[in-house]
DNA sequence: TAAATTATTTAGATTTGTCTAAAAATAATT
DNA sequence: AATTATTTTTAGACAAATCTAAATAATTTA
């Protein structure tokens, strides 16, 4: 099933306002796309024609077995790209979105999954999303960036942000493992770094790209 | 300039016939394209108000100084990603193309200089092809990836693929630097590993990986 | 429940990049 | 130089993705 770009992107933003609301209707849709409707129901027809969607006129739309999985390879491709960009090309996790539109399009599947392979199989993006693995399998729980959290929150950590040797090698030494919990102490700006209080220890501060790292819930 | 994926497809099919003749045609063309010579006219005609080309009816067509940059800057993103692959992501060197002419059309320049650091600022892609670097600057002469080279050729090393720590240790130890001369002694097809003779010193066997790391010259 | 409002679809037009078939320009050949 | 062959351009058509304006269906409200 080869897709063009715009029936990418508009299987994406379905999927998207699906996980909010149960069907989706054709002005949500033109609203998210930056379209008009009259354009959103000229594709959605061609889509449902290649089976992609369950339609029916006036009643909204939802993606069909087939969209799902295209949906979710085009999402895979999305958070796989913003956290190369991040963790490997040092770019700032607010600023990577726009370029992993464009590369989320880019269709070899090797590529994908040696790119995941390359970067440790990560299991969250830059933004605390779960990146869904190549069978398309993901994490359902929201979880958040331990750099976004707020002063005092209580929270645990749930998983970190890849497999890497460096990155192990570091949370061994600072004694964080899975379902730590600690509070945020203070945040300073000039480095983004953070004092973190695990349980009944000391004290400790932790670098912006360690806080990136850990992905949390509150308790 | 923005251009479209179709437009820098053109410019970059003129960019490289015009290395080996002077004015392309628009039969040349068409069958570069795998298209037909009443496309190219059109297309031409509208590259040629966008003034990125110089075009008198029925006389070919040569890239303008606009034309010129962007082919360059294709031509560059091109071969980045192919050193990328090659080099990042365990791709062989045969298998880089067709990716890379998606790749090549991601629009951020700043995603392009982040990857170029990223790589080390490597000089060749992976099959000798010198890479443009952020002005446009490149080596003009064509080198060959020393495992590219016949048994008993004699070679002189002339650069290396990439700046990284790793292979800068590694050619150190194995007593390699720019104007090295060498021969290929022999080629093992298992690891398509290679021995090699440096001048009058035993002979040594080097990687595949080393090997492509290598870009030489006939002495 | 009938009218008014909102949401959605249809109809017809536009742009981009392509095509085929025919006309025009250039090049080659006798 | 005149004819033939080749190359290139023009003219008109088509598919994809979009738009505007008008028509129709669904929903809300009085």
Redesign the pocket.
Same mark, same amino acid.
């Given at each position: 099933m080869n897709l063009?770009i715009?029936?990418e992107n508009y299987i994406k933003a379905i999927f998207h306002l699906q996980q909010a609301e149960g069907n989706v *209707?054709?002005?949500q849709l033109a609203a998210s796309m930056h379209?008009?409707?009259? *354009?959103?129901?000229?594709?959605?027809?061609?889509l449902t024609n290649k089976s992609l969607l369950e339609y029916e006129?006036?009643q909204?739309v939802r993606l069909g077995k087939e969209g799902k999985k295209q949906a979710l390879s085009i999402v895979r491709k999305h958070r796989l790209w913003e956290f190369f960009l991040v963790d490997k090309l040092q770019f700032g996790w607010d600023e990577v979105h726009e370029v992993a539109e464009e590369l989320e399009h880019i269709s070899s599947k090797k590529l994908v999954d040696k790119l995941d392979a390359f970067l440790g199989f990560p299991k969250f993006d830059p933004h605390g999303d779960p990146i869904p693995d190549m069978n398309g399998n993901m994490v359902s729980i929201r979880q958040f960036n331990l750099i976004d959290v707020k002063q005092k929150t209580l929270v645990e950590v749930c998983s970190v942000g890849s497999q890497s040797a460096e990155l192990l090698e570091l949370l061994r030494h600072k004694n964080i493992v899975i379902g730590t919990q600690l509070q945020i102490v203070r945040k300073f700006d000039f480095d983004h770094s953070v004092e973190i209080n695990i349980e009944n220890k000391p004290t400790i501060t932790i670098s912006q790209q360690l806080a990136q790292a850990l992905f949390v819930k509150l308790v």
């Open positions: 063009t715009a029936e *209707s054709t002005n379209t008009k409707p009259a *354009s959103v129901t000229d594709m959605l027809k061609k006129p006036y909204g």
